[in-house]
């Protein structure tokens, strides 16, 4: 199989998403480590796997956010984002201008069941590094932890 | 660091060839070493076993992300890591990823050091100290990397 494009060639910032927007990433109970204190791992912002693109509809790798604007405007919760995932699964926000201070790039990606589907691609490289992973979950805000698994 | 670290499974270690009872086997201690020697394994060894065994029940998908299962020969190639580990490591964070492999990882301070395995490729480090940071196949680690693998993992 061959390996897919570089995000940066298929997809583009979209300048119409402000820094200030806010991103939610839902957060999988693995993600997290909870002694001393929960926080997040870098883990909780990986790409979708390069070789299952074709299964997740989308050209190049990527990691899925909802705009917390456009859930809002659709008149749901924030909670809302969680809703293909389940209760035992957490929440963390970001915004946007802190994905781009770590050389990320933002765009719309709606779907029939996720309006406010967005995207989030690495502006360098084939992936989104550990490096840039490590930033973003520093970064990041536990609004809504997971279920703490054993 | 290389000698340290084991290489993903070769072909005479294929994953069919595994069986879960014996990537997970602890050898004992002989009870003649008990009273005069340091102990061989870790004592977080069992649990950090157990936690690696039970990854191996993540489905496709397990993450809603489309997630990869962690594979077997990660497993494997983990759980020798683990096994060479010196007692007096700290116990690491362990962590399915996306495509299949775990992630070992040590943190303390403005250290960070991890080694994620996978089947399909050769394992990746991370290390950071401070502000000085590296990432990319094991073979080409440069030196710093061994010093932010003791910094942040040993006790």
């Not at chain 1, 490096?131 to 698994?149: G, N, W, Y």
């Not at chain 2, 070769?10 to 340091?38: G, H, I, M, T, Y």
């Not at chain 2, 065994?53 to 998908?61: I, K």
């Not at chain 2, 991890?114 to 990432?135: F, H, I, N």
């Amino acid at each position: 199989m061959p390996d897919p494009p570089e995000p940066s060639s298929v997809y583009a910032d979209d300048p119409a998403i402000a820094d200030d927007a806010v991103l939610l990433r839902v957060v999988h109970p693995k993600w997290v480590e909870w002694e001393p204190e929960p926080r997040l791992k870098s883990e909780a912002f990986q790409d979708y796997p390069g070789a299952r693109l074709v299964e997740v509809g989308v050209p190049a790798v990527a990691m899925s956010v909802a705009l917390l604007d456009d859930v809002l405007s659709h008149g749901q919760p924030a909670e809302a984002a969680l809703k293909r995932f389940g209760s035992d699964y957490g929440i963390a926000s970001l915004t946007a201008g802190q994905v781009r201070a770590c050389e990320q790039g933002i765009l719309r990606w709606p779907t029939d069941q996720e309006p406010w589907h967005a995207m989030v691609f690495s502006l360098q490289g084939p992936k989104r590094s550990r490096r840039h992973r490590k930033l973003l979950a520093e970064r990041a805000e536990l609004i809504r932890l997971p279920a703490r698994t054993a | 660091m290389s000698d340290l670290l084991v290489r993903p499974s070769d072909e005479s270690e294929s994953a069919a060839a595994l069986s879960r009872q014996s990537v997970f086997f602890v050898p004992p201690v002989p009870s003649s070493a008990v009273s005069f020697a340091e102990p061989i394994n870790p004592s977080w060894l069992p649990a950090a076993l157990r936690e690696l065994s039970s990854f191996a029940e993540l489905r496709p998908n397990w993450d809603g992300y489309q997630a990869a299962p962690v594979g077997l020969s990660a497993i494997a190639t983990a759980a020798r890591v683990l096994r060479g580990l010196p007692p007096s490591l700290r116990r690491p964070t362990l962590t399915p990823t996306a495509e299949g492999g775990i992630s070992l990882q040590w943190q303390r301070g403005g250290h960070d050091f991890s080694l994620e395995v996978t089947e399909s490729r050769p394992a990746v480090v991370y290390a950071q100290s401070g502000d000085r940071w590296w990432e990319g196949p094991l073979d080409e680690a440069p030196g710093f990397v061994v010093d932010a693998f003791k910094a942040a993992a040993f006790a």
